[in-house]
């Protein structure tokens, strides 16, 4: 009988892992963007097994390594989006105001274009997450864009954080208070949702507690009911999985940092927060972190009040700050993105692409291996013909983990992998995707961010 | 006496049903429990060469074979002279037998848990009830099987003899058992209750769990939680002071699962679905078979050492390119039962329109398009080429396509051998009935299918059908049109007033005769028929799929009773002024019908 204790205990949160392949190469004669230690000229990269193993000038690389000339071009490290919705099948599991127990990375779809799409604009590395239907959603998945593979496990982000969707305003107040009748109908509501869960959360952690250590004197002790949801929970109350919040507006940033305060917890990313400029300081002295958009807003009431200097101040106020896409179009463009900051707010070149590589694998806690460019990290690395903050750049190539997932002059037209075999031609022909946050709920509700 | 007083309430409650496949008798009078099956070609097991060889079946059982038998007196016999006998098929999943829930009628699957507007009834987390979450491990599937149901004898007619079947519902619909095609009550269906736990991808809807990350979530707690109750329930009997395990009826009903002594048949057709439910084995560990698939060749690996077993669906994608009825088109394709002016229309349109627009990128996704076609129809052979073992389940398949599905895989790279073995010996093993059926040996049970050719070669039919020693006959029909919607337009005025005009007909039934009248009418070369009779009472008096051909005509008539569509088919020879000819009526047998000409039209 104890074997199915143990196996009961095993599954609850190991992946298995499947052999992801790893390549070997040397990028010649490039201006490297490192990010943590300045920009080199004319230096070469070498890769071996997916990792980066030496940089510098003229390097020695073995006989018959795959070799990249990139003379003229700039390599930075591959581009991380710390809000996405693609690569998933599911975003929503909109049936209750709280679901901590889902989790998108079971619904992986290698198939979503968008991750070519993304791959195309540099981007190697995303966070797909659950939408903001609830206000506490499901469990995210940092996943790697190894656009080409059939295996589902072959995306996910070996050893990546967990991370937690919340969300607080106007969506889940549509979804649930006005969709379904139950709570939260008021942002009121919504605080009383979150604290409820906590607080079932730290009961159910104490019974657990208590029946281990009853369990050590009798191993025939009665186990209490298992509860995945308020598993969850305890598990956010332990510190294991980081919190990424919905939010727009300064007062319910301010609200959510209270309820985390009162129940000890510490790890947060304010997803949007387009108002967190308003309360940056207080996110500094939280040690809470910012994802935010360039310059997108009014699109819902919530979101009036807005500024593209956002970035900016949260950063110059000490904020770890990313840009983010939350768009299967988006993501295409994210240095675009990042480079409005030095219009709007003059950020230097370096303090701009942060917002979209080592600041956002900050946000994620995979910044010791993908972020920058350092040996020892993962060669997870994206090359363009010019800077990548100027309009005239063009991304030419992405590599993750040594293997070229991108390659603009070997761009086929249809980079489908699965084909529908009843479908002559694809959905997407002429027809526009989406991939937001609402994902899911759109028979019930507006579709909105 | 039961036999008769059914007929008579079928009559009566107009509940009558056809099939295509045209058994002469559904229901031989079986005077004897003994047949014999007379000099037939034989082969055995699927691989094992033709041998010519009488069989000898007795209540149920095969009792005897070899080439100079003493046939016993009492033995019905069966003289097989030009015939192949073959062990019948089994079924690893299916859903024969299992009746439609009402309320699933006009839903779909994803539709919400109880009626719309209707708030579903949820507990103070939010969650709905386990019924309308779609979580009944502890259901099983014999309450809702009906020896009534029309898929029982039609696939049977296609060969089956016993099948593993599943109830239906939404992630956990509950329990699957094993059931031989053959009974007048619904109990002597059943073999082996409760084998197996049937699973599958579907959410509740607008209710908890919505989505597939919902669906994996419950999984992970119902198991986790049953794994506990399984622990604790070994303290409970064994020690003392041990609290009895909290009750939850879809825990308990996972004990089994948990404990290893339950296979989970997970239908996973696509290859998502595939690829999460064996993530989800590998995190819990629980015995499963890959049901349903179409596309499992993407996991070849996995599926190779056998310890995670795999059936395939008998359903296959279809065509749908717009370059069918082509005639420069040199791809081989499965034609559904258009007339030929219509894809001669098609084609000609298609031709105007392609000078029009030619769009070489639409072009390029019509060729992988194409090709993800052909690798779909070529998912067995390339199995099998491989030596991964795998059974056929007719779960998501119709009985009208299994030949022409089965001959499709054969054209694919599936040996007719290996498609046997599919049908007959893995799906034994699979569900643990090897002892008993899947081959023809002395001492199995008596479930042989007789062809008039070998089997799945081009115009091989079935002649008989014996399931458990119960004889089913079928008569093969030569060069006649299959079913068919439209009348064909074709037909001269002249050959049509052989039928058109008023008849009487009369049907024998047991103890009793039915009596009506028919009326045809032709317009525009178009054949029209209705049906008139105190017995009929249902609204539609329309006859559907008229062919004549010659002085043969058939044709079928259906209504609706009790939210069922119910078909009668007729089949008649006309002599100028009479007719004679049978009714066919699914699990009841087929009538002898005569009739008179009451007049000419006008």
Redesign the interface.
Known sequence: ??K??F??M???F?H?FSQVPMGDMVIRNGTVLTMTKGTLTETDILIQKGKITAIGKTLKAPLGIKVIDATDEYIMPGIIDAHSHIGI??V????????P????G??I???DLSIYRALAGGVTTSHAM?GSANAIG?QCQTIKHRYGL????AFIFKDAPRTIKFALGENPIRVHGEGR??QPRTRMGVERVIRDAFAKGQVYRDKWKAYELTKAKN??A??P?????YQTMADILDGKIIIQCHSYRADEILMLLNVLRDFGVKKITFQHANEGFKVAPELAAFGAMASVFSDWWAYKFEVYYSTAYNATILTRNGVVTSINSDSGEMIRHLYYEAAKTQRYGGLSDDEALSLITINPARQLGIDAKVGSIEIGKDADIAIFSGHPLSVYAVPQMTIVDGLVRFDKANDP??M?I?????????AY?GREEVDECMR?TDQ?FFNHH | MMRKLLLVLVFLLRCIVAIIAQPVSEDLPQVTGCIALVNAKVVSAPGKPIQVSTIVMRDGLITDMGSHLKIPADAYRITADSLYAYPAFIDALSSIGVKNPEAEANKNTAGPPVNRGERPVIDEEGNASLEDAGITPFRSVRPVVDVKEKSISDWRAQGFAVAHIVPKGRMLPGKGSVIVLAGKVTDQLFWKEDVSMYAQWVGAGEGYPGTVIGVIAKWRELYHNSAQDLAQLASYSNAPMVPRPHYNQAHEALIPVVKGAMPVYFRAPKIKDISRALALQKDLGMKMVISDAEEAWYFKDQFRSGSIPLILSLALPEDKSEKKGDDKSDEKKPKSEKSDTTSIADSSKLAVVKVEIKDPEKEDFEKRRAQSLKEHYQQAGVLAKDGIPFSFGTLSGKPADFTKNIKLMIDNGLSADQALTALTTQPAKLLGIEKNAGTIEIGKMANILVSNKPLFEKDAAIRYMVVEGNLYAYEIKEKKPAHRNETHPTSSASANSVLTGTWSYTIEIPDAKKEGTLEFVEKDGILSGTITSADITSGNKDLESIVLDGNSVAFTFDFEIGGQLVVLEFDLKLNDESFDGNVSIADMGSFNITGQRISKPN
Do not use: Q
């Open positions: 009988m104890r199915f204790i196996l009961s095993l599954f609850s190991s298995l099948d599911a929503n599991e909109a049936t209750n105001p709280i679901t127990e889902v989790k998108v079971d619904a779809d290698p198939f659950h499901g059939v295996d589902p496990a009748g139950v191993p025939n009665a186990p009911l298992y509860n995945e949801r037209n249809d489908r699965y084909i529908d075999p009843e479908e002559a031609t694809p022909y899911g019930m």
